[in-house]
Nanobody
Framework: QVQLVESGGGSVQPGGSLRLSCAASGSIVSIYVMCWYRQAPGKQRELVATITSDGSTNYADSVKGRFTVSRDNANNTGYLQMNLLKPEDTAVYYC?????????????WGQGTQVTVSS
């Protein structure tokens, strides 16, 4: 089993920055892809950024040029650096990983961390 724990959320003024972390633990053989999703009140969960095991990245158009996704494979940790934050970035941010344990390859989710952008 694999557990994901996000941290780094909080409140920030427009134009500010936050760095989210996603620490994976448990019986991990490898993590194939890590993603960050977000869900604002009354809206569907949306994909924000993706990073594969070889470091390839992809971003939602709404965050391109402002957000950077990265990962530390040695420590099974993913990051989302968020700059030039806007009020519309306010949401609960979730970490997702497709990971291999000794017996299974499954999808895992973190519990979410709140990001609030407001003046």
């Amino acid at each position: 089993q694999v557990q994901l724990v996000e941290s780094g959320g909080g409140s920030v003024q427009p134009g500010g920055s936050l760095r989210l972390s996603c620490a994976a633990s448990g019986s991990i053989v490898s993590i194939y892809v890590m993603c960050w999703y977000r869900q604002a009140p009354g809206k569907q969960r949306e994909l924000v950024a993706t990073i594969t095991s070889d470091g390839s990245t992809n971003y939602a158009d709404s965050v391109k040029g402002r957000f950077t996704v990265s990962r530390d494979n040695a420590n099974n940790t993913g990051y989302l650096q968020m700059n030039l934050l806007k009020p519309e970035d306010t949401a609960v941010y979730y970490c997702y990983a497709n990971a291999q344990s000794p017996y299974y390859r499954l999808n895992y989710w973190g519990q979410g961390t709140q990001v609030t952008v407001s003046s």
